[in-house]
């Protein structure tokens, strides 16, 4: 995510949304995990919503986490989209 604005932003989007507070030191380590090909691969994917749900400490239901699952296979999703979704979220 470019700039340091998005990254407060997303911050901040976060702690409203979960009560959480993350640090933009775990958010870059979480992303820098994440390659093209985990955007394909149900155990990838399966893996990464548990970090971040570990990271914020909200449970993800199994349901939950298939739903997620199917969003992000179907949508086929890029890094410009990934940016973009994160954008839309920001507004909610």
Do not use: F, H, W
């Amino acid at each position: 995510m470019p700039g340091k604005n998005m990254s407060k932003d997303v911050l901040s989007v976060v702690k409203k949304k979960t009560g959480k507070n993350v640090s933009e030191k775990d958010i870059y380590k979480l992303a820098s995990g994440v390659k093209p090909s985990t955007m394909q691969s149900d155990a990838q994917l399966r893996q990464l919503i548990k970090q971040v749900s570990g990271l914020v400490n909200v449970p993800v239901s199994e349901q939950t986490m298939n739903e997620l699952i199917s969003a992000i296979k179907g949508s086929k999703m890029s890094t410009t989209n990934m940016e973009q979704l994160m954008k839309m979220i920001m507004k909610k």
